[in-house]
């Protein structure tokens, strides 16, 4: 299959790439660094678990809005003014949070994150993609997404480093600022990319192209395989640690293999073909969920392993087949299925915990206590877990056999414009 590089002029294509690479690290710290420190944000200003949750709240609130927002004014405002405002809310979050004083002003903060957050998703998605084309897009993709598992890995060392060296939690915040910097510094003066397909700029094309079957069933797949990435990881420590199994050393390893196949994903998309990738993902991905919903001790590490490698390529692969199978719907098209990705996993969250509480009272009623009971409530959830990748293997077995034969997209792209967007 083609691999190609748009390198038009006056485009500097491995600065802006390098660039978008360091917004995503700012948005995996903000991610970790910020998880880190929740406990001596509720002890220093008295803050209860549920206005820990509203606080969580407010950041993935603040990223689906920015990431349609920036998907419908892309083509007419362009990416580097989108990551301006990134950068612009991503300093005022990170100094609100500073001097919050209390509850209300990390609410505000937590959003202004959040929104910074969804501008680097909405501005270097589509941006990426019209710098690349093919497997040479999909390759870049994932490694433009291996920085988000790679960051909170950085993010998460640091923060634990930090706490127990006994530096204030506003010290960890100021080093959320540092890739901020560094991308501020390597976008400004650059020229951005212009559109590669022909027609994409037009907003009424862009809804056309979203009504088509095809995007309507990724965007539906979308939801399933972002809870199945997220769902676990924000359950699976509570989970495992009545397990014998260290979380801090399960989420180390999810994260770590999850960067390193993103690293490495170019022949594996070249080999497997994108639709190949995702349902080996969706059957990866229930091995995974169905070890950990059964499995204890040392077994859960090989459950990591089975999981990371399930979901490293569902969020970049998904962006990667709209960008390439469905061109015209545009950096609409992939700032919504990455926007309903965000909210799946906002909405699922009570249903999921609503499950554990159900299988909590079920079991305690069987007899069970402590440990035991919360493993065994934990475990049965995650099996209720699995419903997700069933169904996507299901889903992406039919759209392995519909797109076999389609040529893709990226064949018959036409350039808009040589010029770049200054």
Same mark, same amino acid.
């Not at 360091?22 to 200003?45: D, K, V, Y």
């Not at 950068?87 to 949070?97: E, K, P, R």
């Given at each position: 299959?083609?691999?190609?590089?748009?390198?038009?002029?006056?485009?500097?294509?491995? +600065?802006?790439?390098?660039?978008?690479?360091?917004?995503?690290?700012?948005?995996?710290?903000?991610?970790?660094?910020?998880?880190?420190?929740?406990?001596?944000?509720?002890?220093?200003?008295?803050?209860?678990?549920?206005?820990?949750?509203?606080?969580?709240?407010?950041?993935?609130?603040?990223?689906?809005i920015s990431m349609i927002i920036g998907g419908l004014v892309?083509?007419?405002?362009? #990416?580097?003014?989108?990551?301006?405002?990134?950068?612009?809310?991503h300093t005022l979050g990170i100094l609100l949070t500073i001097?919050?004083?209390?509850?209300?002003?990390?609410?505000?903060?937590?959003?202004?994150?959040?929104?910074?957050?969804?501008?680097?998703?909405?501005?270097?998605?589509?941006?990426?993609?019209?710098?690349?084309?093919?497997?040479k897009m999909n390759k870049m993709l994932n490694r433009f997404?291996?920085?988000?598992?790679?960051?909170?890995?950085?993010?998460?060392?640091?923060?634990?480093?930090?706490?127990?060296?006994?530096?204030?939690?506003?010290?960890?915040?100021?080093?959320?600022?540092?890739?901020?910097?560094?991308? $501020? /510094?390597?976008? /400004?003066?650059?020229?951005?990319?212009?559109? =590669?397909?022909?027609?994409?700029?037009?907003?009424? =094309?862009?809804?056309?192209?979203?009504?088509?079957?095809?995007?309507?069933?990724?965007?539906?797949?979308?939801?399933?395989?972002?809870?199945?990435?997220?769902? #676990?990881?924000?359950? *699976?420590?509570?989970?495992?640690?009545?397990?014998?199994?260290?979380?801090?050393?399960?989420?180390?390893?999810? %994260?770590?293999?999850?960067?390193?196949?993103?690293?490495? $994903?170019?022949? *594996?998309?070249?080999?497997?073909?994108?639709?190949?990738?995702?349902?080996?993902?969706? *059957?990866?991905? %229930?091995?995974?969920?169905?070890? /950990?919903?059964?499995?204890?001790?040392?077994?859960?590490?090989?459950?990591?392993?089975?999981?990371?490698?399930?979901?490293?390529?569902?969020?970049?692969?998904?962006?990667?087949?709209?960008?390439?199978?469905?061109?015209?719907?545009?950096?609409?098209?992939?700032?919504?299925?990455?926007?309903?990705?965000?909210?799946?996993? $906002?909405?699922?969250?009570?249903?999921?915990?609503?499950?554990?509480?159900?299988? =909590?009272?079920?079991?305690?009623?069987?007899?069970?206590?402590?440990?035991?009971?919360?493993? $065994?409530?934990?475990?049965?959830?995650?099996?209720?877990?699995?419903?997700? #990748?069933?169904?996507?293997? *299901?889903?992406?077995?039919?759209?392995?056999?519909?797109? =076999?034969? +389609?040529?893709?997209?990226?064949?018959?792209? %036409?350039?808009?414009?040589?010029? #770049?967007?200054?």
């Amino acid at each position: 299959m083609a691999q190609s590089v748009f390198q038009q002029p006056g485009v500097n294509n491995n +600065r802006l790439f390098l660039a978008s690479c360091f917004a995503l690290i700012t948005t995996a710290f903000s991610f970790s660094i910020r998880a880190g420190i929740l406990p001596q944000l509720g002890t220093e200003f008295g803050l209860t678990a549920e206005q820990l949750g509203f606080i969580n709240l407010m950041f993935f609130f603040g990223f689906p809005i920015s990431m349609i927002i920036g998907g419908l004014v892309y083509h007419s405002v362009g #990416p580097k003014r989108i990551m301006m405002v990134a950068f612009v809310t991503h300093t005022l979050g990170i100094l609100l949070t500073i001097y919050s004083g209390g509850y209300t002003g990390l609410l505000i903060s937590t959003f202004f994150i959040g929104f910074g957050n969804g501008c680097t998703e909405a501005a270097c998605n589509p941006m990426i993609a019209d710098m690349y084309s093919g497997m040479k897009m999909n390759k870049m993709l994932n490694r433009f997404h291996m920085w988000f598992p790679g960051g909170i890995v950085i993010g998460s060392l640091v923060s634990k480093f930090m706490t127990d060296a006994g530096l204030p939690w506003q010290a960890q915040i100021w080093v959320i600022m540092i890739p901020t910097l560094i991308y $501020a /510094f390597l976008y /400004f003066g650059q020229a951005f990319p212009q559109p =590669r397909v022909a027609g994409v700029t037009s907003l009424s =094309r862009n809804f056309s192209a979203m009504l088509t079957p095809l995007y309507l069933f990724i965007f539906g797949c979308m939801a399933l395989t972002a809870i199945t990435e997220f769902g #676990p990881q924000q359950w *699976v420590g509570l989970i495992m640690s009545n397990s014998g199994a260290s979380p801090m050393l399960i989420l180390a390893l999810v %994260t770590g293999l999850m960067a390193v196949g993103r690293f490495f $994903a170019g022949p *594996v998309v070249h080999k497997l073909d994108q639709t190949g990738v995702l349902l080996g993902s969706a *059957v990866f991905a %229930t091995i995974g969920i169905y070890l /950990f919903s059964t499995q204890t001790g040392a077994m859960a590490y090989v459950a990591a392993i089975f999981f990371a490698i399930g979901v490293c390529y569902f969020w970049p692969t998904m962006i990667g087949f709209v960008a390439e199978r469905v061109p015209l719907s545009g950096a609409l098209g992939m700032s919504i299925v990455g926007g309903v990705g965000m909210f799946s996993t $906002a909405i699922f969250q009570p249903i999921i915990g609503k499950w554990i509480d159900t299988a =909590r009272a079920g079991n305690a009623a069987a007899g069970l206590t402590g440990n035991t009971l919360e493993l $065994a409530a934990g475990q049965a959830t995650l099996m209720k877990m699995t419903t997700f #990748p069933i169904i996507l293997i *299901v889903a992406f077995t039919i759209l392995w056999f519909v797109m =076999r034969n +389609r040529k893709p997209s990226y064949a018959d792209d %036409t350039l808009v414009a040589q010029q #770049p967007q200054l």
